[in-house]
């Protein structure tokens, strides 16, 4: 199993200052979040993770061996990319779609297999959109083109899992049902990271949680020592107030103090 490191890391966001370099260690069966305010660089450093932007500085390790040095079809036979957004440029269908996970094993002018089409058809049932299997996926519905692009990675059976906002689009049960199966992966071995902007969702379902601050400060740590509300009510300049349900922590935006003005009408 594959583990994913950063030594130094300064991501590349264009007009900022250097952040704090970012020296992370992700293990596998661990359960990453990012946490941070809009535009402090989640996407850009899953992205950097994943080898599509160049780091302004330091660098990214799959295993021992920085990322730049291994061949594309190499990274892609052990990480998989969900994206936040995507275009749908042309209209393939949604099986299609899934099959593209199994484009990193196939060899040079070889179509997918038998057991490409096995696993792609297993990877659209576990998100339940196989009976979508025949649709294109330009007429799929938010939540059900964002399953189809995590049934993709779920086909490329990969043990690095970085997923941007891996909940968007999704109804209260589909995103348990995410998580559930991101857990799983990462009960098997897989290592995950992932951009979320729910709170306690990243509560709940990480073990582990980086926070970006805008100032490009960090800081990083075991989920239960990083839920911590005044440090997340300076995270999102938003004050907080933290309850247990069932022993988990959950937060909820704190009132607005007495006699302060708040934004209802
Ligand atoms: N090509 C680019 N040119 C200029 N600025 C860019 C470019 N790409 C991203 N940025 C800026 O980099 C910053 C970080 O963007 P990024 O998408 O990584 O943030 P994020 O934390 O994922 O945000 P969100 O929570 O809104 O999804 C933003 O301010 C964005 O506007």
Redesign the pocket.
């Given at each position: 199993m594959t583990v994913l490191t950063t030594q130094d890391l300064v991501i590349d966001?264009?007009?900022?200052a250097d952040g704090r370099p970012l020296s992370l260690r992700v293990a596998p069966g661990q359960r990453w979040g990012v946490l941070?305010?809009?535009?402090?660089?989640?996407?850009?450093?899953l992205?950097t993770l994943a080898g599509l932007r160049a780091p302004r500085a330091g660098r990214v390790l799959l295993d021992d061996t920085p990322l730049e040095t291994l061949k594309r079809k190499r990274v892609a036979q052990r990480l998989a990319l969900v994206f936040?957004d995507r275009q749908d440029g042309f209209p393939a269908t949604v099986l299609e779609t899934a099959l593209i996970g199994r484009h990193p094993f196939l060899a040079p002018w070889h179509r997918e297999g038998a057991e490409d089409l096995l696993l792609a058809r297993e990877a659209l049932a576990a998100l339940a959109v196989d009976h979508l299997a025949d649709r294109l996926v330009t007429t799929l519905s938010g939540g059900e083109r964002q399953r189809v692009a995590i049934a993709t990675a779920l086909a490329q059976t990969p043990s690095v899992w970085l997923a941007?906002?891996p909940t968007n689009h999704l109804d209260l049960h589909h995103q348990v049902a995410v998580m559930k199966l991101l857990r799983e992966r990462a009960g098997r071995g897989a290592a995950v990271v992932m951009?979320l902007?729910d709170l306690n969702l990243a509560a709940r379902w990480c073990d582990h949680l980086l926070l970006?601050y805008p100032d490009g400060q960090h800081c990083f740590g075991p989920a239960e020592a990083m839920l911590e509300p005044t440090a997340l009510a300076r995270l999102y300049g938003q004050p907080l107030t933290m309850a247990r349900v069932g022993g988990a922590p959950v937060f909820v935006p704190a009132d607005p103090v007495p006699g302060a003005s708040d934004d209802r009408p």
């Amino acid at each position: 199993m594959t583990v994913l490191t950063t030594q130094d890391l300064v991501i590349d966001i264009p007009g900022r200052a250097d952040g704090r370099p970012l020296s992370l260690r992700v293990a596998p069966g661990q359960r990453w979040g990012v946490l941070g305010p809009n535009g402090v660089g989640k996407t850009t450093l899953l992205h950097t993770l994943a080898g599509l932007r160049a780091p302004r500085a330091g660098r990214v390790l799959l295993d021992d061996t920085p990322l730049e040095t291994l061949k594309r079809k190499r990274v892609a036979q052990r990480l998989a990319l969900v994206f936040q957004d995507r275009q749908d440029g042309f209209p393939a269908t949604v099986l299609e779609t899934a099959l593209i996970g199994r484009h990193p094993f196939l060899a040079p002018w070889h179509r997918e297999g038998a057991e490409d089409l096995l696993l792609a058809r297993e990877a659209l049932a576990a998100l339940a959109v196989d009976h979508l299997a025949d649709r294109l996926v330009t007429t799929l519905s938010g939540g059900e083109r964002q399953r189809v692009a995590i049934a993709t990675a779920l086909a490329q059976t990969p043990s690095v899992w970085l997923a941007d906002e891996p909940t968007n689009h999704l109804d209260l049960h589909h995103q348990v049902a995410v998580m559930k199966l991101l857990r799983e992966r990462a009960g098997r071995g897989a290592a995950v990271v992932m951009g979320l902007h729910d709170l306690n969702l990243a509560a709940r379902w990480c073990d582990h949680l980086l926070l970006l601050y805008p100032d490009g400060q960090h800081c990083f740590g075991p989920a239960e020592a990083m839920l911590e509300p005044t440090a997340l009510a300076r995270l999102y300049g938003q004050p907080l107030t933290m309850a247990r349900v069932g022993g988990a922590p959950v937060f909820v935006p704190a009132d607005p103090v007495p006699g302060a003005s708040d934004d209802r009408p």
